[in-house]
Every structure is written in C-alpha cells, then in structure tokens.
C-alpha cells in the first residue's frame, strides 16, 4: 500500500467529516483506512471544454462544492487554463477534471500539471475527462485511457471490483444505474487499479468484452490518480451513492485517506489479430532476434519487450498489417535511444513506416511515441530496431490502427477537407492573387468576410503558411486534404509537390477536387486523372483507400456541366471518382456522389437517397458540410442565400444531418466544405479574432462558448468531435 502523504504544513488539523448520512453510506466491504489526522485541503475544480460542453458541468460544480462545505475542503471551480502554474497549483491538493473535452493546456500548463501530480498532488478526472488532451501522450498515463465512443444513455449493471476504496466502499457486490457508457480506445487494467467495471451483457453498445473497466485509481510517482466514467446526466448528482464515488476519489487523490491503488493486472488479449485499436504486449512477440522479455513493474503486464540493441527485431504472427495507417506504442530507454522500423512479412520486408525513440530517462520512465504508415501493408507485423551501441529502448505495449470502422489516435482517414491553394502575395508569387476578389486591396482589405489568423498568406509558403495549416489540419482530426486542382500546369499544379511535402510532415494524405478549367471534358478529365496519378502517385502523402483497391479519390467539381462521361470508364476501375450530385441518374460512370454545397447541408436535401442507392450499389456517398456561407465582400450584390454560423450551431446541424441515418443515408465519407475557402466563408481555418479595423470583418467569437483569441481554433476542435463521432457511427455500423 502507497505510504500515507503528509499533508501540507499550512493545514490546520482535524477530523474528516462524512459527507452522507452514515446509515445510507454504511460500507457493505472492508473499510478504507483514514489518515490518523487529515486537514483541511483545498481542491480546483477544472471545467474547460474544448468540444462537446456537457450539461451536467454546473449541476456537477454544485455538487462538488456541497461534498467539500460538509467534508471540509475547500473548492476553487474555473474554466481558466492560466491556473495551471506551478505556484498555483501548489495550492491544492487534489485537481478535478470536470467533463473537460479537447485540448484544454497549452504546453507549459501540460508541465506543470504532471510535475504538481508526480510531485505529490491528486488528479480526478470524471467521464469526459478522457476525452480530453489528444495531443498530449503523457496524459493518458494520468488519465489511464481515452474515450473512444459510447452508445445511447441507458440502465447497465457495475461490477464493484474493489470495496474497500473510499469511492465504492457503499457499494454491494453489483450496482444497476442509468448512465452514458464510455468505451475506451485502450483496456486500461494492468496500469492502474480497476474498482468498478461494466457487465456488457446488462446493455447495449459495449465494446470492449468481458473486461470493461470504468472506475479506477492509479500510484502515479508521489501523486495519485483516480478517474470514473460515471457523471454524464444531471440525474447522477443527486444520486447519493455516485457522489459518495466522487467524494471518495477526491479524498483519494487528494491524500486524506489512504488505499491500495497499485494495478491489478489483466487487461486486453495480447493475441488479439488485425490493425484495430487493441493494444498489443511488446512481450507477445512469436519470433524475434536478439531481444527478450525483461520484467518491469510498471509496464502493462509487468513486462517489457527488452535487451533491444541495432539490428535486432521482434515478429507478431498475431497481427496483420493489411489496412494499417498508424503505429502507437509505449516506451521506456535508459540507453541510447532509437528508431524502429515498421514491416510487413518479414524483418527485412516492406518498410511501412518508422518512429524515432528518444531517451526518457528512465527504463521505468514511459512515453508514448507514434507514427503514420505511408506504405501498404500484406501481412504480419515485424517491428526492426536500429540505433548506436548497447542497449537503445523497450517497447511495453503497442497499437496498429488502421481504416477498419475503428477511430485512429490521430484522427480519421473518412472525412475529408477542402484545400484551397490559390492563394498569393507579392512577396513569394510577386503579386496578390485570389485575395483581391470583389475588387478589394489587400493585405487588409480582403475578398472575405472573415480575416484568416495567418493574414493574406501564400499558398506557395510552404514553411510558413502551409506547414501551419497542417498542424491544423492534424488538429481538426482529419486526415485527409482534397486539393484544389485546375489543370496541368496550372499556379495549383505548380505548388502540388509542397503541400504534398508539408502533408507528409504530419501525417495527413492528399485527395483531388478537380474544378472545372475551360475546356474539361471527359476525356480531358481521364487525361488529369493518369496524368496526378504518374506525377504524384508515388508521393507518400498521396490518399490511398485501403477498403478500395488502394484507390485515391477524384471529386468531379460541376459534373453536371458535362453530358458525356463515358469516358471514366477507363478509369473508374482503379480510381474512386465522385460527381457533384444526390441526382442518381447522373452517375452512370461514377464510383459515387458528394454534395460540395455548404447550404444545402442545412436542410440535406435527397441525401437520404443518395446514400441508400450507394450502399445498394458499392458506391461511395461522401456529403458535404459546412460551418456557414457568406461571400458579400468576395461576390458584392450576389444574391446567393447566407448561412448564418450561429455559434457553431450551423456546423452541428450539418453534422447531425449526415451522421442521421434516416437524414443522411449513412455516408462512407464525410466531406467538409471548407478548410480554407475565404471567399464563401465557410472555412474553418482559424479567423483572427482581431481584425482590421474598418472593414467590418465578423470572427468565430462566441462559437461553442469561446470567446476571443480561443475561439480561432472552435470550428478545428469541433470538427474533431465530429470526427470521432463519425467513426464511432461508421465502426458500429460496420460490424
């Protein structure tokens, strides 16, 4: 059992209080033991959301504050990302994430909050809390697993695994309550302390098996951790016996009780095969050379995959890399660090990828390292190791994810952003281009009714512009770009090999919107087609869909301004090419449709249709949505309707329209209309939320409760939510 923590010198001493009447509360298992004299502590409510905002955040505040004016704790509540310093955060003893979604801390904030818990504070994360700090490896550690999806709030049974912990020691053996059920992207026992699990067989929508934990506790180095899923109704905070959880894990973790919160054990098969979301034990290799097992009692398992030196290699005839686009793994390196190489078939075979390992400081000392595969792969997984003398790294449990239904790490290869790369400046093209439309003077003058946060940028910056539009393409979670093209040789063409560069960088792959240059024709646009194909195809960026033959994709732009399409038949068989239409007459030489217009989405009109006659026809059915439509400055006097933001609601209806299978048609793909279209307003590139003054520039101030500067990236985080939600709808319908 962890030693009791001493409690700060600052705290007067006195008698801890129960919450709850003592007859409603009596434990039913062995009783916590209590600290011989706690104090009075103080606890930081933390509630920012940078996605889904559940309603149950006020109701939960309450709550807290009640548990902490009758257990004698202090509550401070805020949505403030700037109290995680240092000097702030040694205030408290323990920090509660209060269904907190998205990316919430910048860099600093993330530092500070693992070295207040590894240095002896608490951390309590309630259900949305693992939905939260994506980009944020060591999170998950602190956290113990991330949300990977849930189905529809409904009544399941709770197995109470450990009653003796202050959070479930009320508890008989078995719980039946009403809740939102998470399931998660990883089994998270053999880390942590599991105390509650699900029974799947009580509902439906489980996902993980036998085996699903919901409520746990972790030793995390002087500090401690405690998370439970429970908490998404309003109804769960007047629930007696779920605040007794929540008071429980907040004395736990802030040190006034002690209890047993080392791991125990189990978790997901190691044998599991395919490239879904399982983690796999680095131990559980089948052939190998050169490594071996090496105990750790911190690893999952308590083992490693160890003794890992250049040139050595571990095979996993359990896995299969065919689909596969990501690779994620634990490690720990005392040594030299390292690279590993992803393969498939062999040890020598086709290298799908590599991830660098740097030293963590410790072979107890734990990181996450991940990596997009840019190469297909045909058979089982091999990981080969290369690096300087001695011994480089372990490997303690890895994941290969990949295009099979199930939502990848680092977002999803099925929704697909419209990339805008027409853009120029004096400075690189030597004359403006694009930004000047509607008769405008830029650089701050523009032909949009929002201003970008990069300015007038360039399309060809590839180092400035481009390369920060990745990173926030990466942030939106989707993995797809669908390039403007206008033609051979055309300025867009031109810039192809830099965005495809800059995309490599991050993971993220290219698709092609062909738009509609003078003269296209059908037989002109097969012409495009083997011409993108033997220019770019070879690129790493290039899209590839594993569930089609490998195919990249072609949306036609205006296909209804052509009649004669025949000519895709020489085509169509090794490409996926779409047209712009929900009319099912006008595909006869299509591999699908998609919608392109960002009003239509409001109201979906024949989608429903349209996805139907695609699914019945192996087709792909790829709808577009849109955060908004306005192109005053860009078309002056144009009569087009507007499509108001309303505050991300205009987003959400869109979304909510497509992922309806009785509104949307169940889409293969989800297209969203635009990253970065200026001149129609409807980008979710991040828009300054200080433009110049005097053009009558709106923002995305107030969208999804942010305000000001946090509010540039809303429509990015929001898109993330949807994409995972999207995922989760494609994963179940899949199976």
Known sequence: MRHQIARRIRHMSCAVTVALGAALLAPTGASAQAAP?????????FSKTAGFRHDSIPVGIQTIQSLGAADEFTVTATEDSGAFTTANLANYEAVVFLSTTGDVLNDAQQTALKSYVDGGGGYVGVHAAADTEYDWPEYEGLVGARFKSHPAIQQATLDNEDRSHPATSHLDPSWSRTDEWYNYRTNPRGSVHVLQSLDESTYSGGE?????????????????????????????????????????????????????????????????????????????????????????????????????????????????????????????????????????????????????????????????????????????????????????FD?????????????????????????????????INGSWRHW??????????????????????????????????????????????????????????????????????????????????????????????TYINERYGDHPAYFRDAARNNSNAFYVFQSLDVADWSALDQVTDSNIVLAQTTDTSKIAHFNGLYTYDGIAGATAPGWKNAGDYARANDLVWAPSVAPGYLDDRAVPGNTTPTVARDNGAAYDKQWNNALDPAVGGSPTWVSVTSFNEWHEG??????????????GYQTFSGAYGKTGAEAETAYLDRTRYWADRFETARAARLR
């Open 37 to 45: 004299e706690a104090a009075p502590y103080e606890v930081l409510v």
């Open 208 to 392: 993980m098996g036998d085996d699903h934990p919901i409520t746990w506790c972790d030793e995390q180095a002087q500090g401690r951790s405690f998370y439970t899923g429970l908490g998404h109704t309003q109804e769960s905070y007047a629930d007696p016996a779920f605040r007794q959880v929540l008071l429980g894990g907040i004395q736990y973790a802030a040190g006034a009780v002690d209890a047993d919160c080392s791991p125990n054990g189990g978790g997901e098969d190691p044998g599991e095969p395919g490239p879904g979301p399982a983690a796999i034990e680095g131990e559980a290799y089948t052939s190998g050379s050169g490594v071996e097992r090496a105990n750790h009692g911190t690893a999952s398992g308590g083992q490693t995959l160890g003794h890992i030196e250049n040139g050595d290699w571990a095979g996993y005839a359990q896995v299969d890399t065919a689909g596969a686009t990501t690779f994620t793994a634990d490690v720990s390196s005392a040594g030299a660090g390292g690279t590993v190489e992803i393969r498939s078939g062999s040890a020598t075979g086709t290298l799908l990828g590599a991830v660098d390992i740097a030293p963590t400081g410790g072979w107890d000392t734990f990181t996450e390292v991940s990596t997009t595969l840019t190469a297909t792969g045909s058979g089982a997984l091999f990981l080969r190791f290369t690096g300087g003398a001695g011994a480089l």
């Open 395 to 427: 490997i303690d449990r890895f994941t290969l994810s990949g295009q099979t239904g199930e939502p990848a790490a680092d977002g999803s290869s099925n929704v697909h952003l419209f990339y805008y790369p027409w853009y120029g400046s004096p400075e």
């Open 436 to 529: 000047q439309q509607g008769g405008q003077n830029p650089p701050e003058d523009i032909g949009a009714d929002l201003y970008p946060s990069l300015g007038a940028y360039d399309s060809g910056d590839f180092t400035g512009a481009v390369e920060q539009h990745m990173k926030w393409i990466k942030q939106s979670g989707a993995n797809v770009l669908v390039y403007s093209w206008w033609g051979q040789g055309s300025y867009e063409d031109g810039l192809v090999d830099g965005v495809m560069d800059a995309a490599q960088r991050h993971g993220i792959k290219v698709a092609w919107h062909l738009e509609p240059y003078s003269g296209r024709s059908g037989a002109s646009t097969v012409d495009d087609i």
């Open 682 to 695: 409807s980008s979710i590139e991040p828009a300054s939320s200080n433009p110049p003054g005097g053009h």
